[in-house]
C-alpha cells in the first residue's frame, strides 16, 4: 500500500534543498465508502527528516493532507554526499524509512 | 508546328536546364524536397518504433536533465500539478501487467496523469523531442529524449532506477506501459464506420416551433463576473452581454497601448498576464513589488537579458536575448508604470 518515499536533496553550498514524495492513502476518516460505511482513518501523523543524524525537520501530519503529499522544505548546511533520510508513522503504527545521498 | 507548341518545348528545355530530377508535372512550380529536407522535417516516430533514431539514455543521466529543464512545470517527480497536469500517478503494478489502467475502470481517480492515459511509449518520444523543453522545443539530442523518458518511466515505476533505455529495447518497455490496452480505435474519431461523439437526427414530426427560455440570470446576479462584453473575444459572432451599467458603453475601445503590441510580439504574454499570475508573474504584480525602489528599472532589464529564478517562485525565466535593448527598456518602464492597455 504504502510504496517507497521519493527524496531529492540537493545542496548549493551554504543549505540543503530537499523534496518529498511519499505514497500514502491518507484517509480522513470522514469518507463513505459504496456502501455508506464510513471508510476508516489511516493517514502519516509523524515525519522526521534527519540529516547525518541530527533532526532537521519534525512534523504532525493530520487527516487533512492529501494523498500521496508533497513536502519541499531547505535546511542550513549539508554538503555533497551527505546523508538525508525521512521516515514516518501513520495511526496504524506502520512506518517507512528512506534515506538519500545529498547531491 | 503551332506557336503553342513552340512555347511548351522551350519551356521543357529549361525544366530539363534548372535540374533533372525536378517534376515536370507542374512546370514552374516549386522543386522537389531535397533528402535533407525531408530528414529535417520528418521526425515523427509511430507506435511500431519507425522513425526512432539509435541512441541511449540511463534513469541517471534522465535525472539530471529533468532538474535542469523539465523540474520548473513539471516538478521533481513529475508529481506537480501546478502548471500542467501531473505527468505520473494514478498506475499501480497491477496495471503494468494487465496494461488497462484499473482507475479507470473503478472510476475512482481524481485527475489523469499521462502516465495513466498514453498507450504507446512512441507518443512521449515523439513528443518529449518535438515539444520539450517548453522554452526551447527540439534542443535536446536523441540520447537525451531517451534519457529524458527512462527517468520518467521510472517515476512510474515501469522501469527500475538501473535501467538504460535505447532503441533496442524501447520495444520491451512498451509492453509494460501501463494504458497500452486502454486505447480503442472502435469509433467515430477513428473509423468512419464507428460511433460517433454525438449524433443528431433531423426533427419529422411533432417539432417545436418556438424556442422557450428554459432559464435566465437574476438581474441583481448579472454582474457578478463584472461586464462580460469586456470578457469575451471579439472574433466570431457571439459576443458577451452588457452586465454592468456604464463599463464599456458601446463606445470605441481606445487604441490599445502601443507597448501591448511589443509585448505581444516578444513572446512574454507566453508565460505573463497583465494582470493575472500564469507561469511568471503578472506585470501588475512586478510593478507592485517594485513601487518604490529606484533601481528595479536597470535591475529588471538586467533580469530580462539574463534570465532568472527564485523571485517569484520556482519557475525559471529564460535568458531573452532575442528581445532589442530598446525594447527591453520600453517593456520594463510600461511595465513599472502600471502596464496601462491603452
Given at each position: ?18 523534496k ?16 455508506g460505511?464510513?471508510v476508516p482513518?489511516?493517514?502519516?501523523t ?6 547525518n ?8 501530519f493530520?487527516?487533512?493532507?492529501s494523498?500521496?503529499p508533497?513536502?519541499?522544505?531547505k ?10 533520510s525521512?521516515?514516518?508513522?501513520d ?13 | ?6 512555347l511548351?518545348l ?6 530539363a ?5 525536378a517534376?515536370?508535372?507542374?512546370p514552374?512550380v ?12 520528418d521526425?515523427d516516430v509511430r507506435p511500431?518504433f519507425?522513425g ?19 523540474t520548473?512545470?513539471h ?9 500542467f497536469?501531473?505527468?505520473?500517478g494514478?498506475?499501480t ?14 472510476q475512482d481517480?481524481?485527475q489523469r496523469?499521462?502516465?495513466?492515459k498514453?498507450?504507446?511509449?512512441s507518443t512521449?518520444w515523439?513528443?518529449i523531442n518535438r515539444a520539450?523543453?517548453?522554452?526551447a522545443?527540439k ?5 537525451e529524449?531517451?534519457?529524458?523518458l527512462?527517468?520518467?518511466l521510472?517515476l512510474?515505476?515501469?522501469v527500475?532506477?538501473d535501467?538504460t533505455?535505447?532503441?533496442k529495447?524501447?520495444a520491451?518497455?512498451q509492453?509494460?506501459m ?7 480505435t472502435?469509433?467515430?474519431m477513428?473509423?468512419?464506420k464507428?460511433k460517433p461523439?454525438?449524433k443528431?437526427?433531423?426533427?419529422m ?9 428554459g ?6 446576479a448579472?454582474d457578478a463576473?463584472?461586464n462580460l ?6 472574433i466570431?459572432?457571439v459576443?458577451?452581454?452588457q ?13 490599445p ?13 507566453g508565460c ?18 517594485y513601487k518604490?525602489d529606484?533601481g ?13 529564478s527564485?523571485?517569484w517562485?520556482?519557475?525559471?525565466m ?8 530598446a ?7 510600461w511595465i ?7
Open positions: 500500500m504504502a510504496g517507497p518515499m521519493r527524496i531529492r536533496a540537493a545542496s548549493n553550498g551554504t543549505e540543503t534543498e530537499v518529498i514524495l511519499m505514497s500514502h492513502d491518507m484517509e480522513t476518516g470522514q469518507r463513505k465508502d459504496a456502501s460505511a464510513l482513518a489511516h493517514h502519516i509523524e515525519l522526521t527528516a534527519t540529516h543524524g541530527r533532526v532537521v525537520l519534525a512534523a504532525q493530520g487527516p487533512a493532507v494523498k500521496n508533497y513536502l519541499q522544505f535546511f542550513a548546511g549539508g554538503a555533497k554526499g551527505d546523508k538525508v525521512v521516515s514516518w508513522v495511526n496504524k503504527g506502520d512506518k517507512r524509512t528512506d534515506e538519500v545521498v545529498v547531491a | 508546328m503551332s506557336r503553342f507548341s513552340e511548351l522551350a519551356g521543357c528545355l529549361i525544366a536546364a534548372a535540374g533533372a530530377s517534376d515536370s508535372s507542374f514552374g516549386g522543386r522537389p524536397a531535397t533528402p535533407s529536407e525531408v530528414k529535417a522535417w521526425i511500431d519507425k526512432l533514431p539509435p541512441g541511449k539514455g540511463s534513469v541517471d543521466q534522465g535525472i539530471e536533465l529533468w532538474e535542469a529543464k523539465c520548473a512545470c516538478g521533481s517527480f513529475g508529481e506537480s500539478n501546478e502548471v497536469t501531473p505527468l505520473v494514478g498506475t503494478k497491477e496495471d503494468i501487467e494487465t496494461g488497462r489502467v484499473g482507475a479507470y475502470i473503478r481517480a481524481p496523469s499521462t502516465l495513466m498514453v498507450p504507446t511509449l512521449l515523439d513528443y520539450m523543453p517548453w522554452n522545443p534542443s535536446l539530442s536523441p540520447d529524449v531517451y534519457a529524458v527512462a527517468y520518467l521510472h512510474g515505476e515501469i527500475p532506477a535501467f533505455l535505447s532503441d529495447n524501447i520491451e518497455v509492453k509494460r501501463p494504458n497500452r490496452n486502454g486505447m480503442t472502435k469509433h467515430g477513428w473509423d468512419i464507428g461523439d454525438v443528431n437526427v433531423a426533427c414530426k411533432n417539432c417545436k416551433t418556438q424556442i422557450t427560455m432559464s435566465s440570470l437574476p438581474d441583481y448579472r463576473h463584472g462584453a469586456d470578457q469575451n473575444r471579439v466570431g459572432a459576443r458577451g452581454q452586465t454592468s451599467e456604464g463599463a464599456g458603453g458601446g463606445a470605441a475601445a481606445p487604441a497601448h502601443p507597448a501591448m503590441d511589443l509585448m505581444k510580439k516578444s513572446g512574454c504574454s505573463h498576464g497583465i494582470a493575472s499570475k500564469i507561469l511568471g508573474p503578472s506585470f501588475r504584480d512586478i510593478a507592485k513589488r518604490d529606484k528595479a528599472e536597470s535591475q529588471l532589464i538586467g533580469r530580462v537579458k539574463a534570465g532568472g527564485g523571485t517562485g520556482d519557475a525559471a529564460p535568458p531573452q536575448a532575442h528581445v532589442s535593448d525594447d527591453t527598456a520600453a517593456l520594463i518602464k513599472l508604470s502600471g502596464s496601462p492597455e491603452n
